[in-house]
């Protein structure tokens, strides 16, 4: 029997062990995708204390809290600091198997040195040994991440955003390269009527443009584009439920847009048409100042609409969705690769019945002018765990090249999420020493490390290319 989360957690082979000690552990982080808040980084302040650190935004904990019996007081409620992470460390024993077990004990262990479990009985003796790290220089937001070795984050930020906090990131002494990232699905997002017109009045006001047609629209974002640009933005991200490219004409765009901007409501055909033509503009946009564009497709948001109105969107309301975007997705990709204006792209589904359906549609539009320039992203939301990630790295090795694949991110709103990317590594040296092991795979050290290494850091470095 081994014992829980040693050094050598989830390594089975003495291969792996050297893999990870020797090539993946130390590597440098470069967290293209997140969702940190670039105020916080800026400001740079002491968290109040661990409830305000690891369980405010997190939906992760709040779905496993209900579950378990747990109020919505003790979640998103009035409860006090205590209450909320008393109730948390209750609820922990339970989601034995569930990737936040894992996540749970790897982030106090590694951020607060604590060894034993968190529960009931443990929680008083964590909340104080927490607290009181958290009031030193080293656990404030820039030294958590200092700590775990990160080189770049790029934060999820609106197209109608100042970014004032990059900018003073970029002009402070912080050693870490906090860059933004291109989210521009609220001007897509027609359905809305009412929001829709709220967002094109405030982006006009930001970008200097009184938008009255889709041409304006099309002329206030891209002036955004270059403003994001400017401040050292090399990525954008789509949040869809499906991909959109459906056939259109021009000028039922500009009809579309014109009703949409006169409230009169829309039907899906035009719906779609719509955010077909918006996501095949972004394409351009990005492929014109060679981008890279993610795209996070599969997810059914906002199931329960009681709690929704209650407690607004990303509250632990979301699923996996089974809809087919197969053929839309071939469709947009080709759009652009038809008129070479596809830009380096990385897709990531939700849906785990979609793996090889993507593994196998990057290799359509490979070019050779980029290594891996069509990615396979990796395992995200309710597959960013163990086996998720072995499914994605499995379907990637069967139908494309591993060798190439940019990594992990953390895809989190938290500060001490960086240990997934500890976690990740541990399950790609697991995998290859399996295979060495097996007789698999040969075991040349220097070619398996190299690959460990640029999987983990250098896949990323270089086809990001952030300096």
């Known amino acids: 029997m081994k014992p829980f989360l040693n050094q050598d957690f989830i390594l089975e082979t003495n291969v792996a062990k050297i893999l990870f000690h020797e090539s993946a552990e130390k590597m440098r982080i470069i967290d293209y995708h997140c969702h940190l808040d670039p105020k916080v980084i800026s400001e740079n302040k002491n968290f109040r204390n661990l409830t305000h650190l690891w369980l405010d935004g997190d939906h992760y904990k709040w779905r496993a809290m209900r579950t378990n019996g747990v109020s919505e007081k003790y979640c998103t409620g009035d409860a006090t600091d205590w209450e909320k992470f008393e109730k948390w460390a209750e609820t922990v024993p339970n989601t034995l198997r569930n990737p936040l077990y894992h996540w749970t004990h790897m982030e106090l262990k590694m951020y607060f040195g604590f060894e034993g479990l968190l529960n009931k009985d443990t929680a008083k003796e964590v909340w104080d040994l927490a607290n009181e790290k958290l009031k030193t220089p080293a656990f404030k937001p820039q030294g958590l991440m200092r700590t775990m070795n990160v080189e ?44 829709f017109n709220d967002y094109m009045v405030k982006l006009s006001g930001v970008s200097g443009v009184y938008i009255n047609s889709f041409e304006d629209l099309i002329k206030a974002l891209n002036i955004r584009h270059d403003f994001f640009n400017e401040i050292g933005c090399r990525l954008s991200d789509h949040g869809i439920e499906v991909f959109y490219a459906e056939d259109y004409v021009m000028a039922d765009i500009r009809t579309i847009f014109f009703k949409a901007r006169s409230g009169i409501e829309l039907n899906s055909d035009e719906i779609v048409k719509f955010k077909s033509a918006m996501l095949y503009e972004f394409g351009i946009m990005d492929h014109k100042k060679g981008w890279t564009q993610q795209f996070h497709y599969g997810a059914i948001r906002n199931n329960n609409s009681r709690l929704l ?5 990303d509250t632990g309301f979301d699923s996996i969705h089974d809809a087919n975007s197969t053929a839309a997705m071939s469709k947009f990709l080709n759009n652009l690769d038809a008129e070479d204006k596809l830009t380096k792209t990385i897709i990531y589904n939700l849906n785990p019945s979609q793996n090889e359906v993507v593994a196998t549609m990057i290799g359509n539009f490979q070019d050779g002018t980029i290594p891996g320039k069509i990615q396979f992203g990796s395992g995200w939301w309710f597959l960013d765990q163990k086996t998720g990630m072995e499914n994605q790295l499995n379907a990637l090795s069967n139908l494309g090249l591993l060798s190439r ?48 290494k640029d999987i983990c850091y250098y896949n990323a470095k270089n086809y990001f290319k952030f300096d």
């Open 152 to 195: 770049v984050v790029c934060t999820t930020d609106d197209p109608i955003d100042s970014l004032e906090h990059h900018i003073q990131i970029a002009k402070s002494d912080c050693e870490i390269k906090v860059l933004p990232t291109w989210r521009p699905d609220n001007a897509m997002a027609i359905e809305n009527g009412e929001a």
């Open 309 to 313: 109105s209650k407690l607004g969107p």
């Open 405 to 452: 694949f940019v990594g992990m991110l953390t895809d989190s709103r938290s500060f001490v999420s960086y240990s997934r990317h500890d976690y990740f590594r541990r399950i790609l040296c697991n995998l290859l020493g399996n295979d060495i092991e097996n007789g698999l795979i040969p075991y040349d050290k220097e070619l398996l490390s190299n690959m460990v």
